[in-house]
């Protein structure tokens, strides 16, 4: 009786079948790159905003200013007072004002502050009125998260990741017991029914709320597809697939300045990023579940029946050999963290897997992040950014074939740690310098986190991998909601402290990947026993890694 792996080989590991659903999947990772980094464009800091009391209200409604010439009138200096002050103009010396709008009868629209002794009004803390001189709307100058409240921009991102954790828990496990397919397709409905309430959120509590519920069903979206182009192809091209999804990831950084770029508000953007969502749910009628995951749940029939299909599709036949498929011997059961930590090799990928997708987060969040605090054109620098990640998937095509999983795993992260440590100490009188190294740290950190979703897919067996990446990337998510406090707080000390921080974690984690099995050439793991044989040194022979056989029984 024929393995799964077998009846997928007479399939068509990798036929026209495969290829279709992993075009169609991939798109998931353009969508998915918009909800990561989306806050740059939707949250970016006004250059220009000041606050107006009452009077200066009055005054600029008589007046008939435009917002440049009430800032220049009206905005105390910021380079004195900063953007959280504002004159009192109501304490104009004028007889017994009635009211702020008799107030500011009495001042000039020429010179306001001509009314005052030496030509200076008293300033005083912002209590609300905001204004803001900028040509697109963001969710900063929506809800006013500027001076005092600056903090709860960070509180959004963070926010969005706590929801990316609560996904990978949650929507990780179901898709284990439910089945992928069916959780892919709930989650894009939830990506974009939430995102839609994001855009017309009235009060900030229900664009939090409702963020939380987008970052959840998104990471749903995410891992599962994930989960199901890596379990329909062969071992050979698993390195291929889980690779070139995430050029799409990349492709989707690229595409998203120009949609900030042409949108001229935020809820705009916010629309334009969420709303293709919906299109995925067309996926129901061409993507079938994924018939390893099947296996496991002992659906042999199901299974088969899928595979059947592949073949026809890939021009291939199912010989009556394959009328019935072997499965795992494994009881069926509903999987638990204590799985992932029960015999000594899991236990052991599992805690360096955790470490390695929060570094990656971290740093890879951070730098992203840190482009909308360095000043300069954020369109053209973010367009930049994301240009320089597809060569890190060329790379790694090149690399993890010829020197295995491990050895570009730790060098990437080594790369990102040392470019981060070396930026912080050039000097600023060289930008070219600082700029090439900054770039080499970006690539460093996209390889490392490209490479830590093929690697996390191959140490965890079928029953178990679904829920062991979404786990495992929860550790990643975590890392987004400390990334952003981590950037801005630290920032504001010393605006080189954080890559500081990075540089470190990286290479830290770069020391660790190394005591991970390798994987190359191998099958995906079926059981829990194959995954303990991936650390074995019968698994060695001559230095060369022998392909370990997956263990199973005959029903």
Same mark, same amino acid.
Not at 14 to 40: D, P
Not at 231 to 242: C, D, L, M, T
Not at 253 to 260: E, K, R, S, T, Y
Not at 320 to 339: C, Q, R
């Given at each position: 009786?024929? %393995?799964?792996?077998? !009846?997928?080989?007479?399939?068509?590991?990798?036929?026209?079948?495969?290829?279709?659903?992993?075009?169609?999947?991939? +798109?998931?990772?353009?969508?998915?790159?918009?909800?990561?980094?989306?806050?740059?464009? /939707?949250?970016?800091?006004?250059?220009?905003?000041?606050?107006?009391?009452?009077?200066?209200?009055?005054?600029?409604?008589?007046?008939?200013?435009?917002?440049?010439?009430?800032?220049?009138?009206?905005?105390?200096?910021?380079?004195?007072?900063?953007?959280?002050?504002?004159?009192?103009?109501?304490?104009?010396?004028?007889?017994?004002?009635?009211?702020? #709008?008799?107030?500011? !009868?009495?001042?000039?629209?020429?010179?306001?502050?001509?009314?005052?002794?030496?030509?200076?009004?008293?300033?005083?803390?912002?209590?609300?009125?905001?204004?803001?001189?900028?040509?697109? =709307? %963001?969710?900063?100058?929506?809800?006013? +998260?500027?001076?005092?409240?600056?903090?709860?921009?960070?509180? %959004?991102?963070?926010?969005?990741?706590?929801?990316?954790?609560?996904?990978?828990?949650?929507?990780?496990?179901?898709?284990?017991?439910?089945?992928?397919?069916?959780?892919? +397709?709930?989650?894009? *409905?939830?990506?974009?029914?939430?995102?839609?309430?994001?855009?017309?959120?009235?009060? *900030?509590? $229900?664009?939090?709320?409702?963020?939380?519920?987008?970052?959840? *069903?998104?990471?749903?979206?995410?891992? #599962?597809?994930?989960?199901?182009?890596?379990?329909?192809?062969?071992?050979?091209?698993?390195?291929? $697939?889980?690779?070139?999804?995430?050029?799409?990831?990349?492709?989707?950084?690229?595409?998203?300045?120009?949609? !900030?770029?042409?949108?001229?508000?935020?809820?705009?953007?916010?629309?334009?990023?969420?709303?293709?969502?919906?299109?995925?749910?067309?996926?129901?009628?061409?993507?079938?579940?994924?018939?390893?995951?099947?296996?496991?749940?002992?659906?042999?029939?199901?299974?088969? &029946?899928?595979?059947?299909?592949?073949?026809?599709?890939?021009? &291939?036949?199912?010989?009556?050999?394959?009328?019935?498929?072997?499965?795992?011997?494994?009881?069926?059961?509903?999987?638990?963290?204590?799985?992932?930590?029960?015999?000594?090799?899991?236990?052991?990928?599992?805690?360096?897997?955790?470490?390695?997708?929060? #570094? =990656?987060?971290?740093?890879?969040?951070?730098?992203?992040?840190?482009?909308?605090?360095?000043?300069?054109? /954020?369109?053209?620098?973010?367009?930049?950014?994301?240009?320089?990640?597809?060569?890190?998937?060329?790379?790694?095509?090149?690399?993890?074939?010829? *020197?295995?999983?491990?050895?570009?795993?730790?060098?990437?992260?080594?790369?990102?740690?040392?470019?981060?440590?070396?930026?912080?100490?050039?000097?600023?009188?060289?930008?070219?310098?600082?700029?090439?190294? !900054?770039?080499?740290?970006?690539?460093?950190?996209?390889?490392?986190?490209?490479?830590?979703?093929?690697?996390?897919?191959?140490?965890?067996?079928? %029953?178990?991998?679904?829920?062991?990446?979404?786990?495992?990337?929860?550790?990643?998510?975590?890392?987004?909601?400390?990334?952003?406090?981590?950037?801005?707080?630290?920032?504001?000390?010393?605006?080189?402290?954080?890559?500081?921080?990075?540089?470190?974690?990286?290479?830290?984690?770069?020391?660790?990947?190394?005591?991970?099995?390798?994987?190359?050439?191998?099958?995906?793991?079926?059981?829990?026993?194959?995954?303990? &044989?991936?650390?074995?040194?019968?698994?060695?022979?001559?230095?060369?890694?022998?392909?370990?056989?997956?263990?199973?029984?005959?029903?």
């Amino acid at each position: 009786m024929p %393995t799964f792996d077998e !009846a997928l080989q007479r399939a068509g590991e990798f036929g026209h079948f495969q290829r279709r659903v992993f075009l169609l999947l991939c +798109l998931t990772g353009v969508t998915f790159a918009f909800l990561f980094v989306a806050v740059v464009f /939707l949250g970016s800091r006004p250059d220009r905003f000041w606050c107006r009391g009452p009077s200066a209200a009055a005054l600029a409604e008589r007046c008939g200013w435009s917002p440049e010439e009430e800032w220049n009138r009206t905005a105390p200096e910021r380079r004195v007072h900063g953007q959280c002050r504002r004159f009192l103009l109501e304490a104009a010396p004028v007889a017994a004002p009635a009211n702020a #709008t008799a107030a500011a !009868a009495a001042l000039s629209c020429a010179d306001p502050l001509a009314a005052f002794p030496n030509h200076s009004a008293p300033v005083v803390p912002c209590r609300g009125g905001w204004r803001y001189a900028q040509t697109h =709307s %963001t969710v900063v100058s929506e809800f006013d +998260l500027v001076c005092g409240d600056a903090w709860m921009l960070d509180l %959004t991102q963070a926010i969005l990741n706590l929801g990316f954790l609560a996904g990978a828990f949650i929507l990780g496990y179901a898709a284990d017991r439910y089945g992928r397919i069916v959780i892919y +397709l709930i989650s894009c *409905f939830g990506v974009g029914v939430t995102g839609v309430v994001v855009a017309f959120a009235p009060n *900030f509590p $229900v664009f939090v709320v409702f963020r939380f519920l987008q970052g959840v *069903f998104g990471k749903g979206t995410w891992m #599962t597809c994930y989960v199901i182009v890596t379990e329909i192809v062969g071992s050979k091209q698993r390195r291929i $697939v889980g690779i070139v999804i995430q050029m799409f990831f990349t492709l989707g950084i690229i595409i998203l300045p120009g949609i !900030a770029y042409f949108i001229p508000n935020w809820q705009g953007i916010q629309l334009a990023i969420t709303l293709p969502n919906f299109l995925f749910l067309l996926y129901y009628w061409v993507v079938p579940e994924s018939p390893r995951w099947l296996v496991t749940r002992k659906k042999g029939d199901k299974a088969l &029946k899928i595979l059947r299909g592949i073949a026809k599709c890939n021009g &291939k036949y199912l010989s009556p050999n394959y009328s019935e498929i072997t499965v795992t011997d494994e009881e069926v059961s509903n999987p638990t963290f204590l799985d992932l930590v029960r015999t000594p090799q899991m236990r052991k990928c599992t805690l360096i897997l955790m470490f390695a997708w929060f #570094t =990656s987060a971290v740093v890879y969040q951070g730098l992203v992040m840190r482009l909308g605090i360095l000043g300069g054109n /954020l369109y053209i620098d973010f367009f930049i950014s994301g240009v320089v990640e597809l060569p890190g998937a060329l790379l790694i095509l090149l690399t993890i074939e010829r *020197f295995g999983r491990r050895l570009p795993f730790a060098a990437s992260n080594i790369m990102a740690g040392v470019a981060c440590l070396v930026t912080a100490f050039l000097p600023e009188g060289i930008p070219w310098l600082r700029t090439t190294v !900054a770039t080499l740290g970006r690539l460093g950190i996209t390889m490392a986190f490209e490479i830590v979703y093929l690697v996390n897919s191959e140490l965890y067996p079928t %029953t178990l991998r679904n829920f062991g990446v979404s786990l495992c990337s929860g550790l990643c998510d975590f890392g987004g909601i400390i990334a952003p406090f981590l950037l801005f707080r630290l920032a504001a000390v010393w605006l080189e402290l954080p890559l500081i921080i990075f540089g470190v974690l990286a290479s830290v984690c770069g020391g660790l990947v190394m005591l991970l099995p390798e994987t190359k050439g191998i099958a995906l793991p079926e059981t829990v026993d194959d995954v303990e &044989k991936l650390g074995s040194p019968r698994s060695y022979k001559c230095g060369r890694k022998k392909k370990t056989p997956v263990s199973s029984s005959h029903l």
